[in-house]
């Protein structure tokens, strides 16, 4: 339990680079009230940390999930609570914040869909598709070309056709990750508490014409062919965030704004630069379910920077690891200095404490800290981090899959894969004729999307299982039979 309160503690807050203080979700610490903001999750209303005993029961406490009117609001600064009354906040702006009559709501519930769970999942983070960079709002109605399983001309999916849930546990979290199913694939409707990220529609054999494909499906999670490119939908992803230049003002005093052409905030005076990207190719790693993160208290060092606020662990060689595509998000963020530990911030509130109203670092980190429980030795500095992001939606048309040559090829890729052995070709030296031909085969099969075996089956067979293409390409190997074969 204290791990996870720590777990929680150092990155509800902090897992996309936004410091703030951990969040009063059941399980993490409880700080003071008045500096939260908003923890918007399934389980803020006690009524959904109990066993239900009865429909009337859950319809009252899951609005949030079941609301089909899209009323349903639990706007930001009232700590993850919907308002039910008109309300002035901030206190003395003159910016009235309308409340909704729950009772309508209620007698207007419905099965969850898309647009429901979107409403928190698809805005996390601070905005339209900006921390996860596969959720965002053109997926409320996708196009076919955009994801497969969600669009209304495809398989038309709501988030629960894959999310099967247990007495209302949401499956899925990338808290509890699942890199390989050990128990055979997990099918499509399963409901279970299963992380349906594995889910393989037809087993380990889902290639019928492409048979040669399936020698991948212990070596490669799905996601990692059929989702060749992320924020896809006409919306762009934050990749980076910048804290330390944070705290500049407008002529006018107030905290600067710049926005692009196309209207995207890349410099906020209360957070600092940005950038933006869409359609993005992910970064991929060998993935075996486990995640380490760095805990609130645990000691880093400017001279080991980036550090990572979670890493996805595994190896080729573990037997349990698959290659994952995720979103590599890059941060530079407050830690403390002498104590050598990630800051818990507190941003957002009325007080003179909070940095949103104040663009004062000293001041903010106190009182976080102070909230969460952790000392500060009131000296601190800036550090560069990276977070890990599991790619999962938007799985395009199989037509539009990762080709086999995008990644068994040279500057491919996995080129610049964080495996010891990646499974591309070495470069080859120019000018050889016989190269080239092999090279114009391999981009046709590319273009037909089939499988490249190359004129020596064993060695590639080899090199699209994990192996080492160098070894194979220059050093003998033995058949079957004992007798020498060829080097590649």
């Known amino acids: 339990m204290k ?33 939260l903001k908003s923890t918007a999750d399934h389980a803020k209303f006690k009524e959904l ?18 609301d089909q009117t899209g009323k349903y609001k639990k706007p930001s600064g ?46 996390s983070g601070g905005g339209d598709g900006v921390k996860h960079g596969d959720l965002d709002s053109s997926l409320d109605a996708p196009e076919k070309a955009l994801d497969v399983h969600m669009a209304a001309d495809g398989l038309n999916f709501t ?21 390989m199913d050990r128990g055979g694939a997990h099918l499509r409707g399963k409901a279970d508490r299963a992380n349906p990220a594995t889910c393989q529609s037809y087993g380990q054999t889902p290639h019928k014409k492409e048979a040669k494909l399936n020698d991948h499906s212990d070596k490669l999670a799905c996601q990692t062919c059929h989702i060749p490119a992320f924020s896809r939908g006409d919306v762009p992803t934050k990749m980076s965030w910048d804290w330390s230049t944070a705290g500049k003002r407008d002529k006018d005093g107030k905290p600067l704004v710049v926005k692009n052409d196309e209207g995207h905030d890349v410099y906020l005076g209360i957070k600092g630069d940005f950038v933006y990207e869409d359609n993005v190719k992910p970064e991929y790693v060998w993935f075996n379910g486990t995640v380490t993160y760095t805990l609130a208290d645990d000691r880093i060092d400017k001279a080991n920077q980036p550090i990572y606020i979670n890493r996805f662990e595994g190896s080729a060689d573990d037997g349990k690891s698959m290659i994952w595509p995720i979103k590599l998000f890059r941060g530079k963020q407050p830690f403390d200095a002498e104590n050598r530990t990630l800051t818990i911030n507190h941003l957002a509130g009325q007080d003179d404490s909070a940095y949103w109203t104040n663009l004062n670092w000293d001041k903010a980190i106190a009182a976080g800290m102070a909230a969460a429980g952790q000392p500060y030795s009131g000296k601190y500095d800036f550090i560069e981090t990276i977070g890990m992001w599991p790619i999962t939606h938007m799985v395009a048309p199989k037509d539009k899959a990762v080709a086999c040559a995008e990644c ?3 500057n491919g ?32 099969a590319a273009r037909r999307h089939r499988p490249w075996l190359g004129p020596h089956r064993h060695c590639q067979t080899q090199a699209l299982r994990g192996r080492s293409w160098h070894a194979f390409m220059y050093s003998s190997v033995s058949n079957a039979s004992g007798t020498g074969h060829r080097p590649c």
Request: glycine share 8%; aromatic share 6%; with cysteine.
């Open 159 to 179: 988030c629960a056709t894959c999310h099967q849930t247990e007495g209302h546990q949401v499956p899925g979290s990338r808290y509890a990750p699942t890199a």
């Open 408 to 410: 068994h090829a040279s």
């Open 49 to 66: 940390q109990q066993q239900f005993a009865s429909s009337p029961e859950v319809t009252k406490a899951c609005l949030v999930c079941h």
């Open 78 to 123: 009232f700590a993850g609570n919907p308002v039910t009354k008109d309300t002035e906040f901030p206190p003395g702006s003159g910016k009235i914040v309308r409340g909704i009559n729950l009772s309508d709501i209620a007698q207007k519930v419905g099965k969850t869909k898309r647009s429901a769970c979107g409403a928190c999942h698809f805005y």
């Open 3 to 35: 791990m996870i309160k720590q777990i929680l503690a150092a990155t509800a807050a902090l897992a996309f680079m936004a410091p703030a203080i951990a969040n009063n979700a059941p399980g993490t610490p409880q700080p003071n009230p008045k500096l």
């Open 413 to 444: 890729r996995l080129e610049k894969g964080r495996w010891p052995l990646h499974p591309g070709p070495q470069p080859r030296p120019p000018g050889n004729a016989r190269h080239r031909r092999l090279d114009a085969r391999r981009a046709d």
